[in-house]
């Protein structure tokens, strides 16, 4: 004969109740139309601030219409039926009640509530210091937390009681919640680099259900950095309006998206570290939700690209009068962006359509020791053999390697070509 083995499943003198606590949203009800006064018509025909000359709907007194019970919109609100969606950079507020529901005494409660994300946990809740020595009969503990979202993905809500009942004995049970963190918006950055100015675009799209409100994008720059905002324009008033509509605040419908442009200067001109850093700072986005839940969101540290040479090569301000075999000269300066001194020769390489300007001189220079991050200036001499539109460039510094792999019988250079520094207009004599 087969035994069955039922699992009992253990009952405990007190419950636990979790709800996510969220603002309540327009009720919406589906209107019949079947009169011809049942159409909204011109809407603001029946508006005490409706415009002269406008339109009444047949049949409806002007001041007494449907107004937007005829759109389905309702003056009821309604609180929300489901744990809903929440967008990374929102407030979670929870409501938890411990109640007792037997007819007796129990001691020492204790609350732990933790959230658990994929990288961390954090405590939310404990008074596992300080329980509560006396719960009676249909008494109730009642907590209400607010978190900060700031980690997308699958979060877990771990919540644990302990107690001890009245003949002594200590229980403990755990209820776990999981939900999902929705991003509200994708952000596309495009970074340029224009000598030492920085121009940043960045792209933001909401990709969230419902239309949000963005009260603010700005950047946070590094601090060897001064941001300027280029998307700052006055208020914008209708004539006859009742309303001032701002630029500060704007609306995105779902799927829509705006363009936003940052300038960032070095607060010090010639600083070395805002040319050779490559993190430019963060971009912080607040917005309200169409019920006006205000969310808080902030990129990881926006990157650009530089050069992977550990050597750069740039000119000086050159003549803006050339003239054909008429030599001038031109300042060379060059740039150590490594995290070690080296010590690399200045040569010129030909071809790669730079014969319309030569260098005079020896075809190699020795720059000297450069440490990291410093920069020397050398002086060279040109000579235009062409007329017209040339190329300054053909040079290339070369570094020696000071520890050759095993087995190398040579020290091979490493080189760095600059094969287009300027464009220059030569007139011919």
């Known amino acids: 004969a087969s035994i069955c083995i039922m699992e009992v499943k253990e009952v405990h003198s007190l419950t636990l109740k979790v709800m996510r606590l969220s603002k309540p949203v327009f009720q919406l009800a ?43 919109l309702t003056s009821f609100l309604q609180l929300p039926n489901s744990f809903g969606i929440l967008y990374l950079g929102e407030t979670f507020t929870i409501y938890i009640s411990v109640n007792n529901n037997t007819l007796l005494d129990v001691k020492n409660v ?11 946990r954090i405590r939310l809740f404990d008074n596992s210091e300080t329980p509560i020595s006396s719960f009676g009969p249909n008494e109730s503990d009642d907590h209400v937390l607010h978190h900060e979202v700031k980690e997308g993905g699958v979060n877990i809500l771990s919540c644990a009681v302990t107690y001890t009942k009245n003949d002594g004995e200590k229980k403990n049970f755990r209820k776990f919640f999981k939900f999902q963190v929705m991003n509200p918006f994708t952000i596309m950055p495009k970074i340029h680099t224009l000598q030492n100015t920085v121009f940043l675009e960045a792209l933001v799209e909401n990709i969230t259900q419902s239309p949000i409100f963005l009260e603010s994008i700005r950047v946070e720059p590094l601090d060897i950095f001064t941001c300027t905002d280029l998307n700052s324009a006055p208020p914008v008033t209708t004539p006859d309006s009742i ?16 363009l936003y ?4 200067t070095p607060k010090e001109p010639d600083s070395v570290d ?5 993190v430019i700072g963060r971009l912080e986005v607040i917005w309200r939700s169409a019920m006006g839940e205000v969310g808080r969101l902030q ?3 926006l990157q650009r690209k530089l050069g992977q040479d550990d050597l750069d090569l740039t000119l000086g301000t050159l003549p803006s009068h050339i003239v054909l075999e008429q030599p001038f000269a031109v300042q060379c300066f060059v740039t150590n962006k490594g995290t070690k001194p080296v010590s690399p020769l200045l040569c010129v390489v030909k071809g790669h359509g730079h014969d319309g300007i030569h260098v005079n001189g020896h075809q190699v220079k020795e720059v000297g020791m450069l440490a990291p991050g410093a ?11 062409k007329p017209g539109m040339q190329k300054v460039g053909g040079l290339a510094l070369h570094v020696f390697d000071q520890n050759p792999p095993s087995g190398s019988t040579q020290h091979l250079p490493r080189a760095y070509n600059f094969h287009n520094l300027a464009d220059v207009f030569v007139q011919s004599g």
């Open 261 to 264: 442009l940052y300038k960032l």
């Open 30 to 72: 589906p209107h019949v139309l079947c009169e011809p006064e049942d159409i909204p018509g011109d809407v603001l025909a029946i508006s005490p601030f409706a415009p002269a000359g406008s339109t009444v709907v047949p049949g409806v007194k002007p001041g007494t219409g449907i107004g937007t019970d005829g759109f389905g």
């Open 274 to 278: 805002a040319k050779n850093t490559n």
């Open 243 to 258: 309303f001032s509509l701002s630029r500060d605040i704007v609306y995105l419908k779902p799927n829509a998206s705006r």
């Open 299 to 301: 990129t990881v540290p």
């Open 110 to 120: 204790s609350l732990r509530v933790e959230l658990q994300t994929a990288t961390q």
């Open 375 to 385: 920069q020397t200036t050398l002086q060279l001499e040109m000579f235009p053999v």
